[in-house]
């Protein structure tokens, strides 16, 4: 995707902001995808489990959702092969790991309570998220 849509950009982020004042003003509890993720999988409480698992089902289910109210979604193309995929997945669950969240926990939620943890996660991420695409594509020779 190359068009900049600032229309759709502005309504995802303003229900992402929605859904994770909404968590955490009715429940008290950060969204953080990879937090939730963890919780759903591992072992939690049955209450625990039940709104995890509908939070997650939300992510998808709201793309549908956009799918159907425009028409058909936006290609995606993806050039990098599998191997690298699968690399960068793991490099990224081990970086939320070790960073004590992801980029939704840490990014949204974090650094809009001004959590200086989070303020330097998110900036960690950003800059080895520039690092590797530099690395990646002027070093490495890798897709454009």
Request: proline share 5%.
């Amino acid at each position: 995707m190359t068009e900049f849509t600032p229309g759709s950009a502005l309504a995802g982020g303003a229900l992402i902001g929605a859904a994770s004042g909404w968590l955490l003003l009715a429940d008290g509890r950060i969204a953080g995808v990879s937090g939730i993720l963890g919780g759903a999988l591992g072992p939690a409480a049955a209450g625990e489990r039940r709104w995890r698992v509908a939070f997650l089902l939300g992510l998808p289910a709201g793309f549908l959702l956009h799918a159907w109210v425009a028409g058909a979604p936006a290609p995606v193309q993806i050039e990098s092969p599998l191997l690298v995929l699968v690399a960068a997945g793991l490099l990224v669950g081990f970086g939320t790991r070790l960073g004590s969240g992801c980029t939704s926990g840490h990014g949204i939620c974090g650094v809009a309570r001004a959590s200086p943890r989070s303020l330097a996660a998110t900036a960690t991420f950003l800059a080895s998220g520039f690092a590797t695409v530099f690395a990646w594509r002027h070093l490495l020779g890798g897709g454009s």
